[in-house]
C-alpha cells in the first residue's frame, strides 16, 4: 500500500515506510480502532456494575412495608446514582469524541457508495432531529461496504446497528429519567426509581457491548481489505 506521507509503497509485512518512516495507515487505523474498541468495554463495564449495585437496592425495598419505608434513607442511598450516570456521559462524550475521529477514518477508506457526504460522519451526530436517525446509517454503510456481504448478512450487520441505536436512545432516556426523577416518598416511587435506573445502565451496557462488535467487525475488515 502507499505510503500517506512520502508516497512510496509499504510492502505488507512491515509497518513503517521504508523510505520515510512514516507508519502504515492500517498501523495508525487498528491502533485508533483498539482505543475505542477498549474504552467501549470500559464503559460497558461501569455500566454493568452501576446496574448491579442499583439491584441490590431492591431487596430492601421489596421487603419494605408502607410503615416501614424510610423515604430519607433511600433518597440518601439513591442519590450518588444520578452522579454515577453524570459522569457516565461525560465518559461516554470522551469515547464519542474518538469513535467520530475512527468512524471518520473508516468512512474514507470504506469504497461504497455512500448514500451521504463524509461530512455528516460529523455534523450527523449534532444536528437536531437527524441525529436520531442518520449516525446509524452512516455505520451500517460503512460496516457493508466494508466487505462483502450476502442478503441475509447484510440484513444480520443492520440489525446489530439498529439494536445498537435502540440501546443508545433508550439508554440515554431511562438515565435522564432516572436523575430527574420526581422523588422517592413513596414505596412506589422508589420502587420505579430503581427499576428505572436498572434499566438504565442494562441499555447502556448493551449499547456499548454492540458498538463493540461494529468496531471490531468494521476495523478487521478495513485492515484485511488494506493488507
Known amino acids: 500500500m502507499p505510503c500517506a506521507l512520502c508516497g512510496d509503497i509499504i510492502p505488507t509485512e512491515v509497518a513503517r515506510c521504508p523510505a520515510c518512516g512514516a507508519w502504515a495507515r492500517r498501523r495508525d487505523f487498528r491502533a485508533v480502532g483498539v482505543a475505542v474498541f477498549m474504552l467501549l468495554g470500559f464503559n460497558a463495564f461501569v455500566a454493568l456494575g452501576s446496574g448491579i449495585s442499583l439491584l441490590r437496592l431492591e431487596a430492601p425495598l421489596r421487603g419494605s412495608t408502607h410503615d416501614t419505608y424510610d423515604p430519607g434513607g433511600t433518597e440518601h442511598a439513591l442519590a450518588p446514582y444520578s452522579d454515577v450516570f453524570l459522569i457516565g456521559g461525560v465518559m461516554a462524550g470522551v469515547t464519542g469524541l474518538l469513535y467520530l475521529a475512527w468512524l471518520w477514518r473508516a468512512y474514507g477508506q470504506s469504497p461504497g457508495p455512500h448514500r451521504h457526504r463524509r461530512a455528516w460522519v460529523v455534523f450527523g451526530w449534532l444536528c437536531p ?92 475488515l478495513q485492515i484485511a481489505r488494506d493488507s
Open 129 to 220: 432531529v437527524v441525529n436520531l436517525w442518520l449516525p446509524p446509517r452512516l455505520v451500517y454503510d460503512v460496516w457493508v461496504n466494508s466487505g462483502r456481504y450476502r442478503v441475509a448478512e447484510r440484513h444480520a450487520a443492520a440489525l446489530v446497528v439498529a439494536g445498537w441505536w435502540a440501546c443508545v436512545l433508550t439508554g440515554i432516556g431511562l438515565a435522564r429519567m432516572f436523575s430527574g426523577g420526581h422523588g422517592v416518598q413513596t414505596l412506589a416511587d422508589a420502587r420505579f426509581s430503581v427499576h428505572v435506573g436498572v434499566a438504565a445502565a442494562a441499555f447502556q451496557a448493551l449499547a456499548a457491548a454492540l458498538c463493540m462488535a461494529t468496531v471490531f467487525q468494521i476495523t478487521r
